[in-house]
């Protein structure tokens, strides 16, 4: 059964830090990861989508990389703004399966 | 093009009560899944939807139950509501599922 994680579970930085959030997932025989940004009370906004067959992928200031082997991936957020505050969410999909999320990274960007 | 659009808002309903929620995804997407959001549990699979088939179901009680129609708009039904079914409940969309697009969700109470 896939199981995901996410370190930390909060993060508080002043506006204009790079910051790196990280998920783990149990089983690395994957079909793509997902990565989410949730507002407060407000639904899921897909940020980035990495097939298994990719590194990475980049939009914006936002870069999320993939390492199946060690059953790892991190969403790097360069220069961050106060709009950045929000839960991160990864998530995870085997082949033919649902989606499994990961609890989220609260993230808070002081200005 | 619209995006994902959820209906009710927001419900109150008591125990031992039933609710029907209402998912229409984005034109052209044919995947429907739902998922129930709570602050002790995070974000849970409920079941996924493509051409009006199930094709994945997560682990809860029968009383939950879902459909798709031939527009691909879908429906959840929770019979019976527990204290415990008080949740966010989101919809997602996608092609095929692959990419997830979600709705903003309906705040279920039940008291």
């Known amino acids: 059964k896939q199981e995901v994680t996410q370190i930390p579970a909060a993060l508080s930085v002043p506006e204009g830090e790079n910051l790196v959030l990280n998920c783990s997932f149990t089983d690395s025989a994957i079909y793509n990861l997902q990565w989410f940004r949730q507002d407060p009370g407000k639904g899921l906004t897909s940020l980035l989508l990495i097939q298994s067959s990719q590194r990475e992928q980049t939009s914006g200031r936002l870069n999320a990389s993939l390492d199946k082997s060690s059953g790892r991936s991190t969403l790097y957020i360069a220069a961050s703004q106060p709009g950045d505050s929000a839960t991160y969410l990864c998530a995870v999909r085997g082949n033919g399966q649902n989606f499994v999320f990961g609890p989220g990274t609260r993230l808070s960007v002081l200005p | 093009k619209a995006g994902v659009t959820q209906t009710p808002r927001y419900l109150i309903k008591t125990r031992g009560q039933q609710v029907t929620l209402s998912c229409s995804p984005i034109?052209?997407?044919?995947?429907v899944s739902w998922y129930q959001q709570t602050p002790g549990q995070g974000l849970q699979f409920l079941f996924e939807y493509f051409s009006e088939t199930q094709r994945n179901k997560g682990n809860f009680p029968g009383r939950f139950s879902g459909r798709q129609f031939s527009n691909s708009r879908s429906e959840m039904n929770v019979s019976t509501l527990e204290l415990g079914d008080s949740a966010l409940y989101l919809c997602a969309s996608s092609l095929g599922g692959e990419k997830l697009f979600f709705g903003s969700g309906t705040q279920l109470s039940v008291l």
């Open positions: 034109s052209g997407h044919r995947s």
